[in-house]
């Protein structure tokens, strides 16, 4: 039984977001079709130029934070 595959199929089984039944029909049917294959390859080549991401602030964040921190405490003081 042929399956016609989405984008969003190929982007969920890149982040590992598939089933063990789901991973297993994409990744046969990627080795059966060339047009998959080459989208596929595709969207993993962009997945992996993705910058990595960050979840806290930079440092010179924190440090323009506590600087302002510390001015306004001084002003409030004075």
Same mark, same amino acid.
């Given at each position: 039984m042929m399956h016609s595959y989405t984008p969003n199929m190929l $982007?969920?089984? =890149?982040?590992?977001?598939?089933? =063990?039944?789901e991973t297993l029909e994409l990744e046969n049917s990627i080795e059966n079709d060339e047009t %998959?294959?080459?989208m596929y390859l595709d %969207?993993? #080549?962009g997945f992996?130029? %993705?910058p990595e991401l960050n979840y806290g602030?930079?440092?010179t964040? $924190?440090? #323009?934070? %506590?600087?302002y921190s510390q001015a306004?405490? &001084?002003? &409030?003081?004075s």
């Open positions: $982007v969920k089984l =890149i982040y590992c977001e598939t089933d =063990i039944f %998959l294959k080459t %969207l993993k #080549n992996k130029k %993705l602030p930079s440092m964040s $924190v440090s #323009n934070i %506590l600087f306004s405490s &001084a002003e &409030a003081i």
